[in-house]
């Protein structure tokens, strides 16, 4: 089982921790890794994209051209997608870009990936992380201590004050250990992990 050094919010080791090898030591799938960012991605398409076909677009439906003689295309509207302000010929509309992905998948993907992160030491226990009060300058310096400013947190509840002190920050993110995800966990340079959050994360991927 690999152990990890646990720190404070000091930086400074208090202990150790033995986490599961399935779970933080497991095989590295990064193919798998891509297929999950790519769902994840396709869920947050809005899909409301839509264009104006000859049947919704505003237009007349006179003939252009009188049927003989003309010379002409014998159209039957100026609505037509050839026609300059006419419709959208095969154009976009609007639809839903998710698809599912097995539990199993997205379970193989997350260990690859928190492994990825053991494994380059990018991965950090900390004993708690703790705010008595939302204090943003305070979560920068305890980051910057550790050695990161662009991390996601993970701690086992909601901490409502470490939350609001950690989203005013652009390079870092606060996370519940049961939203973490690949996307996430790949994004950003450090992924800082309480105790309670990594033995949560062990209890639900082992």
């Known amino acids: 089982m690999p152990k990890f050094a646990i720190l404070n919010t000091q930086a400074k080791p208090v202990g150790e ?55 002409g295309s014998r159209h039957g509207s100026k609505k037509a997608p050839i ?8 154009g976009p509309h609007p639809r839903n870009y998710s698809y599912t992905v097995p539990k199993k998948v997205r379970a193989a993907a997350l260990r ?52 609001m002190s950690i989203r005013n920050l652009k390079t870092s993110k606060y996370i519940r250990a049961e939203g973490v995800n690949v996307f996430d966990v790949l994004k950003y340079d450090k992924l800082i992990l309480t105790v309670d959050a990594a033995k949560a994360l062990e209890t639900r991927l082992a």
């Open 17 to 71: 921790i033995e986490l599961a090898d399935s779970v933080f030591a497991a095989e590295m799938k990064p193919y798998l890794h891509w297929e999950i960012v790519r769902n994840q991605l396709a869920g947050r398409r809005k899909g409301t994209h839509s264009v104006k076909t000859r049947t919704t677009v505003h237009g007349t439906t006179k003939k252009a051209l009188k049927q003989k003689g003309s010379g």
């Open 83 to 90: 026609y300059r302000g006419g419709g959208v010929a095969h």
């Open 112 to 163: 690859s990936a928190l492994t990825t992160r053991a494994s380059t030491g990018d991965l950090l226990v900390i004993d708690q992380f703790v705010f008595a009060a939302p204090k943003t300058k305070e979560a920068l310096a305890i980051l910057g201590r550790l050695g990161t400013i662009k991390a996601l947190v993970v701690t086992a509840d909601e901490q409502a004050n470490l939350h």
